[in-house]
């Protein structure tokens, strides 16, 4: 399933994502990277700087959007004015699919630019997929819906967390951006097998992967992007191939930035798991 409606259609191989320490790196050198994946939030503005990089970017590389502040399980409705500007920039990226995350973030108009979890009810997966289908509808490209690592739960969540992302991009007819680091933080804050998560949710609907690396402390485990990927990680990763198919994966690493060659070498790494990929399983 590399290519699918919820990527488009599209056979991208493994990205990083394009960060500001990189910049004079990139648009010197050139290096051969399959594609970039952009935080739209950064790039939604009139002018300056970040556009006047971004289209130079867009002149040599494939650019993927993915956003941070939608909130698609926040209760208030959606904020027209961030939409028009996330159309805007769809439209200059020319993104064949764009993704956030299944959170909630706003009170009121008010942001807390955190991605909060969410509890886990049919109430709440109807709400969330009705919003992600009016994002679709609006700037006209697939959506995928990442899973995001979490700290804590709800006492009135009536089913686990891959039974409601399969609800709520079933009810949405979304992609998912199956983040297999954040499975893996979240199974150790949670206690639960990680391999119940990949196994359980609607492969065919997975339209990207994203890879990091995590922080173990005393009593939990942060979703850090500092360090490289871990092997428990890989392993994940590995098993989500096997059950997904050849499928764009991008490794995200946004603190403590090592050079370029370090990041890229690292995301490379993948590559082993995609050759391995033998046939997709069923969903």
Not at 150 to 164: I, N, Q, V
Not at 188 to 199: I, Q, R
Not at 242 to 256: F, K, M, N, V, Y
Request: aromatic content about 10%; charged content about 20%; overall charge negative.
């Amino acid at each position: 399933m590399p290519a699918n409606p919820f990527n488009n259609f599209t056979d991208y191989g493994i990205g990083i994502g394009l960060r500001v320490p990189h910049y004079r790196h990139i648009l010197e050198k050139k290096p051969v990277v399959d594609w970039f994946e952009i935080i739209s939030e950064n790039f939604m503005c009139d002018g300056g700087r970040p556009l006047e990089v971004l289209d130079q970017i867009l002149e040599q590389y494939r650019v993927v959007q993915h956003g941070v502040s939608m909130y698609f399980g926040s209760a208030e409705k959606l904020n027209r004015e961030h939409l028009k500007k996330l159309k805007t920039l769809v439209q200059r990226t020319k993104t064949p699919w764009l993704s956030d995350h299944l959170c909630w973030g706003s009170v009121d108009g008010r942001y807390t630019h955190d991605l909060l979890p969410m509890p886990y009810t049919h109430a709440v997966a109807k709400h969330t997929a009705q919003k992600i289908r009016q994002v679709r509808d609006f700037v006209e490209v697939p959506v995928c819906v990442e899973n995001v690592s979490s700290y804590a739960e709800f006492h009135a969540s009536e089913m686990t967390e891959w039974e409601f992302l399969t609800e709520v991009s079933e009810l949405a007819d979304c992609g998912i951006l199956l983040d297999v680091n954040n499975i893996y933080v979240s199974s150790k804050n949670h206690n639960f097998n990680p391999y119940d998560y990949l196994n359980n949710v609607p492969h065919h609907r997975v339209g990207q992967i994203h890879i990091a690396g995590h922080s173990k402390f005393e009593k939990y485990i942060l979703d850090t992007h500092d360090h490289p990927v871990l092997d428990p990680v890989w392993k994940l990763y590995a098993h989500a191939i096997q059950l997904c198919g050849h499928t764009a994966t991008l490794l995200e690493w946004d603190d403590r930035i090592p050079s370029f060659e370090e990041v890229h070498h690292e995301a490379l790494k993948a590559t082993q798991f995609l050759k391995n990929h033998t046939s997709p399983v069923a969903a």
